[in-house]
């Protein structure tokens, strides 16, 4: 039991270097993600194009945009939880959230155990 103990804090733990990383890839979701909202709002619409295809283009980069601003969102949060020292802390149970996890999703809010819940219940 104590082995598992010590081999689960070491898995949780984020050391300098994997905050590092972790800034990192979340600066860089940022730049791609403000390049994205400028692409999108530099697409000139189309006179003259049946308006049916146009109105479904337009719906198209609407939802596009609004995507990319809810990520947009989650990646700024992180990264004010970085300077706060709150990052990696679920925000519901307040445990630790996976260090594999962050690496593959850095600007998780939630553990995974929490996030379940949360999708369970909408």
Do not use: W
């Amino acid at each position: 039991m104590v082995n598992k103990q010590i081999i689960d804090d070491r898995d949780t733990r984020l050391s300098p270097a994997d905050l590092a990383v972790l800034r990192e890839n979340l600066r860089e979701q940022r730049l791609f993600r403000e390049e994205q909202l400028r692409q999108i709002a530099a697409v000139p619409s189309r006179a003259g194009e049946p308006s049916r295809r146009s109105a479904g283009q337009t719906e198209v980069r609407v939802k596009l945009a609004a995507s990319a601003r809810m990520v947009l969102a989650d990646v700024e949060a992180a990264l004010a939880r970085m300077v706060e020292g709150r990052y990696g802390a679920c925000h519901l149970c307040r445990r630790p959230i996976d260090r594999e996890r962050l690496m593959i999703v850095p600007q998780a809010r939630y553990c995974a155990r929490c996030q379940q819940v949360r999708e369970a219940g909408r």
